[in-house]
């Protein structure tokens, strides 16, 4: 059954009295930003670096996973509320009673009942629960830590979780269908793929050459064992198979985020909810940078979610460490900026653009606008005044826009007016200097353009 209260009625319901109450009293700890971060959504707002990284990661499951008409067949849900159920964080997820992650030194609870989530895998029960077999949730999480330039307290993830039935596991890793008697009455998992995938055969002996002789290809086993491997309820090749399909999808994943030439590792790690489980680290910078976890879903988790005949793997990926490497920002913190300086650097971008971040400076802009009527005796394009405005005041100027046009209607000429932003990276930058190199490119613009400053 599904639960009855879904994690948006909850939030509702808690919205109003005790998440606001909350908030209010733990203004002095707001993360360290002026505004609460809560609500913010960093991941939806158009042009925010972590949205174009949410962006890629959707593009990449909705090309690689697609049903037998061509369509996605993963939902993704991005908008779900971060207060969430001490039932969802950790309950419907198995986590022991005693887990260190549960601590109230480690977590935001609102209540007892009630805490911002802490992992957007907090989903996970509920949707499997309402019937999906393929989704990803990101959002925004929360978690008591230290600040500094790669700790935030928080941060937003991407979560993703496949289920599959028999049928699903077995017909996958054949290129045309084949009947599952005849795969059944093949005596070992070789065997299977000698006759049934010859070609793929060497790759997949890697993946069964554990597997014991004589053993029918299977999802489930009645007396297994659990072991480093497994757990007990699965056998080891639909696990081998799962765990296959989950590395390969997570390197073409960071392969296709951060460049073909990756290095990479795969270590092996624990989580309450997976077993067994990964974590993926990359080389970056010459040190090991963990991305994500993963793992095989525990058996338990889904037969209470009212999945018991499915087998899945899920993983967790932090948008911020993908985002860091990707456009080289250096510190944690930035993605919270509002100031322009940094928001313009992505400003009418797009996910699939290279981006490389430039350090904004600490000190205050100044902002002057100029105006004038563009030349009668040539061709005039923007990008003439961008140039003509760094080749003078270089640095100086962090950003420039074009905010206004107008025709006069009589004599039909017309009229820039550009907003030119000075900032300098070492000091304070007073008015009168800007004035004056705000004057050089006046008399430069007469001058070089042919424009009349109005
Ligand atoms: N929730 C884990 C974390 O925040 C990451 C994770 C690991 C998510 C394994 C998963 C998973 O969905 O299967 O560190």
Redesign the pocket.
């Known amino acids: 059954m599904i639960q009855n209260t879904t994690s948006d009625q909850v939030a509702e319901a808690i919205e109003d009295d005790e998440l606001n109450a909350f908030l209010e009293t733990s203004q002095e700890e707001n993360f360290g930003v002026s505004t609460s971060p809560v609500k913010r959504n960093l991941h939806i707002q158009p042009y925010h670096p972590l949205s174009f990284i949410r962006q890629n990661i959707v593009s990449f499951l909705y090309k690689k996973f697609v049903g037998r008409t061509g369509n996605p067949i993963f939902s993704v849900y991005d908008n779900l509320s971060p207060v969430v159920s001490v039932e969802q964080n950790f309950d419907s997820l198995i986590t022991p009673a005693t887990h260190p992650s549960r601590d109230k030194s480690d977590c935001y609870y609102i209540n007892h009942k009630y805490l911002l989530r802490g ?1 957007t ?1 907090a989903h ?1 029960s509920e949707l499997i629960n309402m019937g999906l077999n393929n989704f990803l949730v990101v959002g925004d999480v929360y978690r008591r830590d230290e600040i500094d330039t790669s700790h935030y307290p928080v941060f937003h ?1 991407a ?1 993703a979780v496949r289920i599959c039935t028999q049928e699903e596991v077995i017909s996958r890793q054949f290129p045309t269908p084949v009947p599952w008697a005849r795969v059944a009455a093949l005596k070992t998992s070789t065997d299977v793929l000698a006759h049934v995938v010859p070609k793929r055969a060497e790759v997949m002996f890697q993946v069964f050459r554990r597997v014991p002789n004589g053993e029918a290809l299977q999802v489930f086993e009645k007396s297994g064992m659990r072991t480093e491997d497994k757990q007990q309820e699965h056998t080891l090749e639909a696990t081998k198979l799962m765990e296959t399909e989950l590395k390969s999808t997570l390197l073409c994943l960071a392969q296709s985020l951060l460049g073909q030439g990756l290095v990479h590792r795969w270590v092996a790690t624990t ?1 309450p ?2 077993h067994p ?1 990964w974590e993926l680290e990359v080389l970056h910078k010459d040190k090991w940078v963990e991305l994500l ?3 095989i ?1 525990e058996h338990a988790i889904l037969h209470k979610a009212g999945a018991g005949d499915r087998i899945g793997w ?3 990926v932090g948008l911020e460490r993908m985002a860091m490497i990707i456009y080289d920002i250096p510190d944690i913190r930035l993605f919270w900026s509002t100031d322009s300086g940094f928001l313009c650097q992505f400003n009418n971008k797009t996910a699939n653009d290279v981006i490389k971040y430039k350090a904004v400076s600490m000190y205050p802009q100044c902002i002057n606008d100029i105006s004038f009527w563009l030349p009668e005796d040539r061709l005039y394009s923007p990008n003439d005044f961008y140039d003509l405005v760094r080749s003078i005041a270089g640095d100086i100027v962090e950003q420039i826009s074009l905010v206004d046009e107008f025709v006069h209607p009589k004599t039909q000429r017309t009229s820039h007016c550009y907003k030119l932003v000075y900032r300098h990276m070492e000091k304070t930058l007073t008015q009168e200097e800007v004035n004056v190199m705000h004057r050089l490119i006046e008399q430069a613009v007469d001058k070089e353009l042919h424009g009349i400053v109005r």
């Open positions: 992992h895998t996970q993830q979560d989580f909810f997976t489980s976890g993963c793992g879903m899920a993983f967790g």
